[in-house]
């Protein structure tokens, strides 16, 4: 997979936007970007994916900038239920859905 | 909907014992991907089940380790001869038909404590 560097923790305030960082410079052109998060004693659960353009679905939101080197994940309204940890991936075109999670982002919402 | 079920949830198992893990795809996910995770390490991939094709087993750590998906359906993972380097939380996502091998669908997962 693409190398992705994501901070190792941060705060949000409940009822804020979360926005979460992830810098992917050496991704190619036809590899998507994924988020996915995992919280305490759960399975990892899919939030979005997106290639070039932005991306909003019932969970969050997927900015991803014009030359695609870094994304940033937007949680609009964070709760006290989206603690978890952030994984930013890059699946390589041919790794058959062999996902391979990095350290993430731990993410804590507080009151 | 139900989401993918694994059960049991937790097993204790003595070393040398051997295990079986269940997993309960979304009904009409084609593809089925055991992984593991270890505290506090990412995921590792085990084995993945394509419709009929023949199972990709390139990532079990050994031969030990052994998944069968019977009907297309159900998947067990069996671990024979437990060790307790298998302690670990073991994870099962199916994905549905027509989109992406990357937008998986996991179960809670099976803690594994061999003691």
């Known amino acids: ?111 | 909907g139900a989401g993918v079920s694994q059960s049991p949830s937790n097993k204790v198992t003595e070393k040398g014992k051997d295990v079986e893990l269940r997993c309960d795809p979304i009904s009409g996910h084609t593809a089925l991907y055991w992984y593991r995770q270890s505290l506090g390490q990412g995921l590792e991939f085990l084995i993945y089940f394509q419709g009929n094709s023949a199972p990709d087993k390139s990532g079990l750590p050994s031969d030990r380790f052994s998944a069968e998906r019977t009907g297309g359906s159900v998947s067990t993972l069996t671990i024979q001869r437990t060790q307790q380097e298998d302690s670990a939380v073991y994870l099962c996502a199916s994905i549905p038909d027509r989109v992406s091998a990357d937008t998986q669908y996991f179960g809670p997962g099976t803690r594994l404590t061999v003691l």
């Not at chain 1, 940890?85 to 919402?109: E, R």
Request: with cysteine; proline share 5%; net charge negative.
């Open chain 1, 1 to 111: 997979d693409a190398k992705t560097t994501q901070p190792t923790s941060m705060d949000c305030a409940e009822g804020r936007a979360a926005n979460l960082p992830c810098n992917h410079s050496t991704i190619s052109g036809n590899e998507y970007v994924y988020w996915y998060r995992q919280i305490h004693s759960q399975g990892p659960q899919y939030i979005i994916h997106g290639l070039k353009n932005n991306e909003t679905n019932e969970m969050a939101s997927l900015i991803i900038t014009e030359d695609r080197k870094s994304s940033t994940l937007i949680l609009p309204h964070a709760t006290l239920r989206d603690t978890a940890v952030y994984y930013c991936i890059v699946p390589l075109a041919d790794s058959w859905g062999k996902l391979q999670f990095g350290a993430g982002t731990q993410v804590v919402v507080t009151p």
